[in-house]
């Protein structure tokens, strides 16, 4: 196993000041507070706890066969995320030191306080809680990151065309955005297509990430959960998860690079805020929450060194890709960080499949970073967040059985 990038091992507990916005910017955001949801939305909305943050409900073709399913279509301005190519490894990237500059705060202690309105509308009951809720905490804590579930599969909404199928007259329904707003945003922030993305849910992170910037808290994206248009339909899921995990399949790479230019256009800092930290997925060395199912969905061995996991890592690595480039794209000159996101399970577990969660078999953290590792090493910046669950004084690196994990104890041992 190698061990350079071993040095690229960062926790998402740290944060820094936020840097002044540099370069072009978007359109101001209006801050009246979130908008209540579309009618059809709100009637599908199913509102459960996932990792302490809220999950809503998203459009299903079943049940609003009126909208179109996701056109195919091909890069328009720029070279799509090449999983092939990556897989071959070659990769091409917009700049590498995005986070060139970047300085951790005198404060690193982190939070994960994401509170959406959504399902009752905005009303200025909430601005004032939300005043008094930022205030307690940065007098008591004073956090230096504040870190967000972004669910791609709740703000990207259905999408409606008119009798034309060029896509710049793209109709979206009641409740969405039309994002970009022209062509010339289009080819500016590097989006493929034009998008109907939930304006209630752009306003609501709106306001979070304009009172972020207000204390000087760096905003943390973790960017997961894929919508149904965009994934192969013969993705299992899990019992406890549903669909949320399915990887995008990698013909539809180029939709996640727009939920990306996103994240980087429709926040590029200054008082409207902007995302700072960038985590791709969740836990992604488990099959339980990156589910590249059925494309690679053996329930009967590990796939470390198999030609299964090429494709899994290379999936993830586009991803990556597609993130990186529109960070330097978008927020060029501001500092920023991306990370693969793991958990401590640091070699694959035996249980396959596992009676949790109904998972197939797991890749494994070491067998994730040292796959990334052989197929980007420094070609572009990256670090690592892991989720260390435990008690974090205690080191479990000993530990075989039932598989070997790491806590914030075992850190010296992987320096």
Same mark, same amino acid.
């Given at each position: 196993?190698?061990?350079?990038?071993?040095?690229?091992?960062?926790?998402?507990?740290?944060?820094?000041?936020?840097?002044?916005?540099?370069?072009?910017?978007?359109?101001?955001?209006?801050?009246?507070?979130?908008?209540?949801?579309?009618?059809?939305?709100?009637?599908?909305? +199913?509102?459960?706890?996932?990792?302490?943050?809220?999950?809503?409900?998203?459009?299903?073709?079943?049940?609003?066969?009126?909208?179109?399913?996701?056109?195919?279509?091909?890069?328009?301005?720029?070279?799509? @995320?090449?999983?092939?190519?990556?897989?071959?490894?070659?990769?091409?990237?917009?700049?590498?030191?995005?986070?060139?500059?970047?300085?951790?705060?005198? +404060?690193?202690?982190?939070? +994960?306080?994401?509170?959406?309105?959504?399902?009752?509308?905005?009303?200025?009951?909430?601005?004032?809680?939300?005043?008094?809720?930022?205030?307690?905490?940065?007098?008591?804590?004073?956090?230096?990151?504040?870190?967000?579930?972004?669910?791609?599969?709740?703000?990207?909404?259905?999408?409606?065309?008119?009798? @034309?199928?060029?896509?710049?007259?793209?109709?979206?329904?009641?409740?969405?955005?039309?994002?970009?707003?022209?062509?010339?945003?289009?080819?500016?922030?590097?989006?493929?297509?034009?998008?109907?993305?939930?304006?209630?849910?752009?306003?609501?992170?709106?306001?979070?990430?304009?009172?972020?910037? @207000?204390?000087?808290?760096?905003?943390?994206?973790?960017?997961?959960?894929?919508?149904?248009?965009?994934?192969?339909? $013969?993705?299992?899921?899990?019992?406890?998860?549903?669909?949320?995990?399915?990887?995008?399949?990698?013909?539809?790479?180029?939709?996640?690079?727009?939920?990306?230019?996103?994240?980087?256009?429709?926040?590029?800092?200054?008082?409207?805020?902007?995302?700072?930290?960038?985590?791709?997925?969740?836990?992604?060395?488990?099959?339980?929450?990156?589910?590249?199912?059925?494309?690679? +969905?053996?329930?009967?061995?590990?796939?470390?060194?198999?030609?299964?996991?090429?494709?899994?890592?290379?999936?993830?690595?586009?991803?990556?890709? $597609?993130?990186?480039?529109?960070?330097?794209?978008?927020?060029?000159?501001?500092?920023?960080?991306?990370?693969?996101?793991?958990?401590?399970?640091?070699?694959?577990?035996?249980?396959?499949? $596992?009676?949790?969660?109904?998972?197939?078999?797991?890749?494994?953290?070491?067998?994730?970073?040292?796959?990334?590792?052989?197929?980007?090493?420094?070609?572009?910046?990256? @670090?690592?967040?892991?989720?260390?669950?435990?008690?974090?004084?205690?080191?479990?690196?000993?530990?075989?059985?039932?598989?070997?994990?790491?806590?914030?104890?075992?850190?010296?041992?992987?320096?």
């Amino acid at each position: 196993m190698g061990a350079k990038w071993l040095r690229l091992l960062v926790f998402i507990s740290v944060a820094g000041l936020l840097t002044s916005a540099a370069g072009d910017k978007a359109p101001p955001p209006e801050h009246n507070g979130p908008q209540p949801l579309a009618p059809p939305f709100q009637q599908l909305l +199913n509102e459960t706890t996932l990792n302490g943050a809220a999950q809503v409900g998203y459009w299903d073709a079943a049940t609003a066969p009126e909208f179109a399913a996701a056109p195919s279509a091909p890069a328009l301005n720029k070279t799509n @995320s090449s999983q092939a190519g990556i897989e071959a490894g070659q990769i091409t990237v917009l700049g590498k030191t995005i986070s060139n500059g970047y300085q951790l705060p005198i +404060n690193k202690q982190g939070i +994960n306080d994401q509170r959406y309105f959504l399902s009752q509308g905005w009303t200025s009951k909430w601005t004032v809680e939300r005043d008094a809720r930022y205030k307690a905490l940065v007098d008591q804590i004073n956090p230096g990151v504040r870190r967000y579930n972004v669910f791609w599969h709740v703000i990207e909404g259905p999408v409606l065309l008119n009798t @034309s199928t060029n896509v710049s007259k793209l109709v979206c329904p009641a409740g969405y955005l039309k994002y970009p707003a022209n062509e010339d945003l289009r080819i500016k922030w590097g989006f493929n297509q034009f998008h109907c993305y939930n304006y209630g849910l752009i306003n609501d992170l709106d306001d979070y990430l304009r009172r972020d910037a @207000s204390y000087g808290i760096e905003s943390a994206a973790i960017m997961w959960g894929c919508p149904q248009m965009y994934r192969n339909p $013969g993705c299992l899921g899990n019992p406890q998860l549903g669909k949320v995990p399915c990887a995008p399949s990698q013909e539809y790479l180029w939709a996640w690079d727009d939920f990306s230019a996103l994240l980087t256009s429709r926040w590029q800092g200054g008082k409207q805020g902007r995302f700072t930290h960038f985590i791709i997925w969740n836990e992604a060395d488990s099959s339980t929450w990156f589910d590249m199912s059925p494309e690679v +969905n053996d329930t009967q061995q590990h796939i470390e060194n198999t030609p299964q996991a090429t494709v899994y890592v290379a999936r993830y690595v586009a991803m990556m890709k $597609g993130a990186h480039d529109s960070i330097a794209r978008n927020l060029k000159g501001q500092p920023s960080m991306l990370y693969v996101s793991t958990d401590r399970m640091w070699t694959a577990s035996p249980w396959c499949p $596992g009676p949790r969660w109904g998972s197939r078999c797991p890749l494994g953290t070491v067998n994730l970073l040292n796959g990334i590792w052989k197929q980007v090493g420094t070609s572009f910046d990256w @670090s690592v967040v892991v989720h260390a669950y435990g008690n974090p004084a205690t080191t479990n690196w000993g530990l075989r059985q039932p598989y070997q994990a790491y806590t914030f104890a075992d850190l010296p041992v992987l320096g």
